[in-house]
T-cell receptor, first 115, second 115 residues
Framework: AQKVTQAQTEISVVEKEDVTLDCVYE???????LFWYKQPPSGELVFLIR??????QNEISGRYSWNFQKSTSSFNFTITASQVVDSAVYFC????????????FGTGTSLTVIP | DVKVTQSSRYLVKRTGEKVFLECVQD?????MFWYRQDPGLGLRLIYFSYDVKMKEKGDIPEGYSVSREKKERFSLILESASTNQTSMYLC??????????????FGQGTRLTVV
């Protein structure tokens, strides 16, 4: 079965703190893809990153970094030096070859950055 | 730059009404999806379509139907709206998932209230 678990429902941090959002997935696919999306208060989901199952290199983009570990089926997302504009709901998602192009989403983590 | 457009941001409908939610994409994608988003439940797949006139049930299709007469348009239909269908509805358009840099593009969402 395909499943994405985001155990953290809500997180609050003070501005400039670092914060890590956890994502654990289950899949029977050997080839699969992992994503992170941001949903600001405006409602539209914004794509942040895509990772395929063969590429375990961590990635850094500005203040954002992602840690993909197949051994623990995790794809965690860290925001360094958080800012108020980072306040949003963040979704982790999974898509696999067996399931075609379906995206399976976690329940989301609501991040609040306090000034 | 607009890629996925949903016809309404906010809708208020009465119980028992037939409701149409429209979604149009301009990326020539075969795959289109309808999700509903509720607090604590994340995004749940209602229906999806891999091609014109093709439709597949997602995880929660009861009370909904869809129509895909043209490639760029995917409509969600609430046959007889009920209060438990009050939710945020999100449309997504996705290219072939195994292609480099494929991601899901989302519309801005329609917040439907059934009274």
């Amino acid at each position: 079965a395909q499943k994405v678990t985001q155990a953290q429902t809500e997180i609050s941090v003070v501005e400039k703190e670092d914060v890590t959002l956890d994502c654990v997935y289950e899949t029977r696919d050997t080839t699969y893809y992992l994503f992170w999306y941001k949903q600001p208060p405006s409602g539209e989901l914004v794509f942040l990153i895509r990772r395929n199952s063969f590429d375990e290199q961590n990635e850094i983009s500005g203040r954002y970094s992602w840690n993909f570990q197949k051994s623990t089926s995790s794809f965690n997302f860290t925001i360094t030096a958080s800012q108020v504009v980072d306040s949003a709901v963040y979704f982790c998602a999974l898509s696999g070859v067996i399931t075609g192009n379906q995206f399976y989403f976690g329940t989301g983590t609501s991040l609040t950055v306090i000034p | 730059d607009v890629k996925v457009t949903q016809s309404s941001r906010y809708l208020v409908k009465r119980t028992g009404e037939k409701v149409f939610l429209e979604c149009v994409q301009d990326m020539d994608h075969e795959n289109m999806f309808w999700y509903r988003q509720d607090p604590g439940l994340g995004l749940r797949l209602i229906y999806f379509s891999y091609d014109v006139k093709m439709k597949e049930k997602g995880d929660i299709p009861e009370g909904y139907s869809v129509s895909r007469e043209k490639k760029e348009r995917f409509s969600l239909i609430l046959e007889s709206a009920s209060t438990n269908q009050t939710s945020m509805y999100l449309c997504a358009s996705i290219g072939p998932v195994d292609r480099q840099n494929t991601e899901a593009f989302f519309g801005q969402g329609t917040r439907l209230t059934v009274v």
